[in-house]
């Protein structure tokens, strides 16, 4: 399958826009993604929604969110659950939306495979887009459809000069169908490609720049990849554009001994949590939220953990100015 992804080739997709576009943005520098800004807190609130701290909404609090008050800023929802116009998700989503933001995350865009983007999923979201007006849309840096066939997974593509010039034009599309710019999440991944060229971070920032997209920074995947392929996370987020990231996720994993799962059916471990104290340090008052997709706690206990975001980002701020001193930042 890995050989059918390289030899497709960026130029063979029956595409609108000329080779020449593609070309065009293979020409720009890779150093121009650490871009300096004059500071954290104005990139953010300059291109993306200060939300404050969310959690995924999940059927089994349906009922107790639409009618209560839970200690939640925001909502985020699987894009794909919710594209159907009638049953009982969409009626709980036009519920919540009165009351809180929420926010789209889609799992079916493949932005990473030759295929052309699904024109029909993407008339979809876009009319789901149009009712709910989410303050983000995002989805994943990966692909999970060839010839036609969905693999219903999420997997890492070759970072490669032609993979970004692939993913770069396929967020164009997607952005010009919905009239904004949306937000791709760096993946969790178990294996990497000996064609690859381009440090993970470097890429998805490469992408960012390129396609004029945010970055939805998982700090939960950022740990498991690097622990799996013995990265330093800290060079990690250091590449990461910060005025680029719009959102953060966290999230609990399984440790199998040999590798970490991205499983979200833990809560947040301690080295994450730290993670997230210096992602919030270095990208400032980011969106966050944390995902639970297995062995779903009560609504409560949720809450609780999503305390623990607040105090561990204010802790995270309060600390930022001597950080960045020690840094010479």
Not at 17 to 40: F, G, I, M, Q, T
Not at 276 to 281: E, K, L, N, P
Request: net charge negative.
């Amino acid at each position: 399958m890995v050989a059918k992804v390289l030899s497709a080739g960026v130029y063979s997709r029956t595409y609108e826009r000329d080779r020449d576009e593609a070309v065009s943005a293979l020409a720009a520098p890779r150093s121009a993604v650490r871009r300096p800004v004059a500071s954290r807190s104005e990139a953010v609130a300059g291109m993306f929604p200060r939300l404050g701290f969310g959690l995924g909404l999940r059927p089994p609090h349906y009922q107790q969110v639409a009618e209560g008050a839970p200690r939640v800023d925001w909502w985020e929802v699987i894009s794909e659950n919710f594209l159907v116009a009638g049953g009982n998700p969409r009626r709980v989503l036009r519920q919540v939306r009165e009351r809180w933001p929420v926010v789209l995350h889609g799992v079916s865009l493949s932005i990473g495979s030759v295929d052309p983007v699904d024109d029909d999923y993407l008339a979809r979201l876009a009319a789901l887009v149009a009712e709910v007006d989410p303050p983000i849309v995002s989805d994943h840096l990966c692909w999970s459809a060839l010839g036609g066939h969905a693999g219903h997974d999420l997997w890492p593509l070759p970072y490669t000069d032609e993979a970004l010039a692939l993913v770069v034009d396929k967020v164009g599309r997607v952005q010009d169908r919905l009239g904004r710019r949306i937000l791709l999440e760096n993946p969790s991944s178990y294996v990497t490609f000996a064609a690859s060229q381009i440090p993970e971070a470097e890429f998805l920032a490469e992408v960012a720049r390129r396609a004029d997209c945010g970055i939805l920074l998982d700090v939960n995947n950022v740990y498991v990849s690097s622990t799996n392929h013995h990265w330093d996370p800290a060079d990690y987020l250091a590449a990461i554009p910060v005025e680029r990231v719009g959102q953060i996720h966290l999230a609990g994993h399984s440790d199998h001994g040999t590798h970490l799962l991205d499983t979200h059916d833990h809560p947040v471990c301690d080295a994450v949590w730290a993670l997230y104290g210096d992602a919030i340090a270095r990208f400032g008052d980011v969106a966050s939220m944390i995902e639970r997709d297995d062995h779903i706690p009560a609504l409560d206990e949720l809450v609780e953990e999503l305390d623990h975001a607040r105090q561990v980002a204010r802790d995270a701020r309060a600390g930022a100015p001597a950080i960045r001193e020690a840094a010479g930042g």
